[in-house]
């Protein structure tokens, strides 16, 4: 009796070993190759990571994840509870009544140099979820249209033309306005200078 429990228990071991290992090749190697392989060919961009180069084919960055712009020249981002730091994606966990949140809007609304004659768009002082949010509305565009034409120089009907052109490239569904991508529109006005130098 003894060695019949014995072989079933052996045999169920060995049973369990093989469903063990098939699960492992087909959930963590096969199925993770073949999305992968489909990415590569229905959206090779986003598989890559939306990389952005330069006119020299240097990578600047993704056009999914935000960076941080403080010069007066180029438009800001949402705020960042995670300082702009992909490896670190999420919000801060504060509590929205708590002084620490309060702080941070405080300190936003004084960097944008905003008042209450001028108040700052809502997704100018709240940051993201992710805290990589690569987007902003396009009133909080506009709103900065003003500091980056001075800043550049440029006329500020040029500045908010180029706004609304990167917005309506990317008008998600549900979205009345468009977003603007900060990355793409900072890079889109740094070519309109270049190709005006030349």
Known sequence: MKSTIFENTGANL??????????????????????????RVAAPDLASGSLVRDQSGNVVGSRLIAQAFTRPEYFWPRPSA???DASASGGSNLSPAG??????????VAAFGADAKRPLPADLV??????????ITL??????????AQARAMPLAEVEAEIRRNASQNRPFWSGEGL???????????????????
């Open 82 to 84: 995670v300082n702009y």
């Open 99 to 108: 002084p620490e949140v309060r702080q941070r809007a405080v300190k936003s």
């Open 139 to 148: 009133e909080a565009a506009l709103w900065q249209a003003p500091r980056v």
């Open 126 to 135: 709240a940051a993201s979820g992710s805290g990589l949010d690569p987007d």
């Open 14 to 39: 060995v049973a369990s070993l093989r469903i063990t290992l098939v699960t492992i090749a087909l959930c963590g190697g096969l199925y993770p190759l073949a999305i992968w392989s489909f990415a």
């Open 180 to 198: 603007v991508n900060v990355l793409a529109l900072n890079m889109a006005l740094d070519a309109m200078q270049k190709a005006a130098v030349r």
